[in-house]
């Protein structure tokens, strides 16, 4: 099996999102769709590479988010043979879309077109639901097995191809950058659960793959590295978060503070200043505040 990376070009923006295309002898696959508007540098990314719209027998979705699967109905009608394999919490959202693009306007409000596009519905024949319990699915030429990640998202899930020790992993391995070590953790609202994320984490570890490929963006080999890098990080903006909170601090005040920490991190890591605008793309300060106060906000209430 062969693997290639297609940049997506997200708005006219280089290595943001990723698709992984998975090349076998007779067949292919791919990871990701990416949103709608990104379907232009899919398909360009499919010819570059020799692959014919029939070719495609399978897609696999780490999670429905649009930047991750927003795409799909429109890659349903382009690629006639692909079946679509995403976790059984999401599935219902593929094949009816309408409370998925209900609760992303209510983010995004009036950018919905200009971020993400069209959202179709996947024919609810062309979808297979996975609980991520290790099901083993055939596809170019490997078999890829499927695993539960919950943090970022609880209808996470992260594909392992044993073969060639490849985990596309998501957004549950962060965000990075290619020549880049620095990893940002994405938590946006509304289903952030950083218990689970830190489970997910020691998951992946115990699957020991040889590459990890996050879609935000790239495969990188240090795996034990990133994933620490990112345990911790995690960790430290909760706690950042939450003695802000106790202080009494608004969403404004604690998002440029994180930010501040964020970007201080970043420097620290041997990035670049302008990489924040890049990794912003990914993952905004202001989204991931509120997805971890959100959390903050639902433990304490949990407690009461």
Not at 249 to 254: A, C, N, S, V
């Amino acid at each position: 099996m062969r693997i290639e990376t297609i940049d997506l070009n997200f708005l006219g923006s280089e290595e943001v999102i990723a698709s992984f295309l998975l090349l076998g002898d007779d067949s292919a696959a791919l990871v990701e769709t990416g949103s709608t508007t990104c379907l232009e540098s899919l398909k360009k990314g499919l010819e570059k590479h020799g692959v014919e719209n029939a070719d495609v027998s399978e897609v696999f979705l780490t999670h429905i988010h649009l930047d991750h699967a927003g795409a799909s109905g429109h890659i349903a009608e382009l690629l006639p043979n692909a079946t679509f394999y995403v976790h059984e919490v999401g599935c219902p959202h593929m094949a009816d879309p309408s409370k998925l693009i209900k609760s992303a306007t209510r983010i995004y409000g009036d950018r919905m077109d200009e971020l993400w596009g069209e959202i179709r519905p996947v024919p609810e024949e062309r979808l297979v639901k996975l609980s991520g319990d290790g099901e083993g699915i055939e596809a170019a030429g490997g078999i890829f097995t499927a695993h539960d990640t919950p943090g970022h998202a609880y209808h996470h899930l992260a594909f392992h191809e044993p073969e060639s020790g490849a985990l596309f992993a998501g957004d549950v391995a962060g965000i990075r950058l290619p020549g880049r070590s620095y990893v940002r953790p994405p938590t946006p609202p509304p289903e952030v659960d950083m218990e689970a994320w830190k489970g997910s984490i020691e998951a992946m570890r115990r699957i020991a793959p040889k590459t990890i490929s996050p879609t935000h963006f790239g495969t990188y080999g240090d795996v034990e590295r990133h994933l620490n890098e990112l345990e911790q990080r995690l960790q430290s903006w909760l706690l950042f978060v939450e003695e802000r909170m106790d202080e009494g601090e608004e969403r404004e005040e604690i998002s440029d503070g994180l930010k501040d920490k964020g970007d201080d991190e970043m420097l620290e890591g041997g990035s670049e200043p302008e990489d924040t605008g890049h990794y912003d793309l990914a993952g905004s300060y202001q989204a991931l505040a509120d997805g971890i106060i959100r959390y903050v906000e639902r433990r304490r209430k949990g407690r009461e």
